[in-house]
């Protein structure tokens, strides 16, 4: 079954640093989208990118944040100087076109992002 | 207006017994409405979903109750098991294209004991 894989896994990462979040798609979608987490709290949408553009993101999606399609695969999400507020679960999820219909957005296993 | 409130934050239920969550939305503009099963380290997962020209949709022991004009949907899950303790999200979209934002409720931790 085709699936969203996200790496690393766990990052660890001094405040300030600058972290990039990998992640490759379901091969067929043509959404992407990046979510996160805060321990213990709702899932939060930060942004979503189609035809190589960002189609829509939220007020957390600040200056420092940053998304790429470097190549026909791969989906990151970058942070330039990390903060403490940034550790959470970042989830990176892809959805298929279906002309004028919402449909299941798939969902990787995270990276859970610790600032130190 | 894009919030989605979810009820209860944790629920405990004997095996076999009925499980219900409830969420309330204020956007009128949403017309997609998933329910996301998490389990422990792992991503959300679709279980099931529903778009408001249908007041119930069932699947297996899943069903999604949907009150469009209360702006409210709920779900059900029916003999209820130990392997469906899960974090539970309803979550909510506009649907004028392909790839709307997800809005998520709060979470209802479930605990099904044997």
């Known amino acids: 079954e085709p699936e969203v894989t996200q790496t690393p896994s766990h990052q660890v990462t001094q405040m300030g640093q600058e972290v990039i979040l990998r992640c490759v798609p379901i091969?067929?979608?043509?959404?992407f989208y990046w979510y996160r987490q805060i321990l213990g709290q709702k899932v939060e949408f930060l942004v979503s990118?189609?035809?190589?553009?960002?189609?829509?993101k939220s007020e957390i999606f600040d200056d420092q944040f940053s998304v790429e399609r470097p190549d026909g695969s791969n989906f990151t999400l970058k942070i330039r100087s990390t903060k403490l507020e940034d550790s959470a679960m970042y989830f990176c999820a892809s959805s298929p076109w279906t002309g004028i219909m919402n449909t299941e957005a798939f969902f990787g296993q995270g990276t859970r992002l610790t600032v130190v | 207006q894009q919030q989605v409130k979810q009820s209860p934050q944790s629920l405990i239920v004997q095996k076999g017994g009925i499980s219900i969550i409830n969420c309330a939305y204020e956007n009128t503009a949403f017309d997609y409405f998933p329910w996301y099963q998490q389990f422990p380290g792992k991503g959300p997962a679709l279980l099931i979903a529903i778009r408001p020209d249908v007041s119930e949709k069932k699947e297996g022991r899943f069903t999604i109750s949907f009150n469009k004009s209360a702006k409210q949907f709920s779900l059900h899950i029916m003999d209820s098991q130990p392997g469906d303790s899960a974090t539970y999200f309803c979550?909510?979209?506009?649907?004028?294209?392909?790839?709307?934002?997800?809005?998520f409720g709060e979470g209802t931790q479930l605990t099904v004991n044997p």
């Open positions: 979550a909510a979209s506009k649907g004028e294209t392909s790839g709307s934002r997800l809005t």
């Open positions: 091969s067929n979608h043509l959404y």
């Open positions: 990118f189609y035809n190589n553009e960002i189609s829509e």
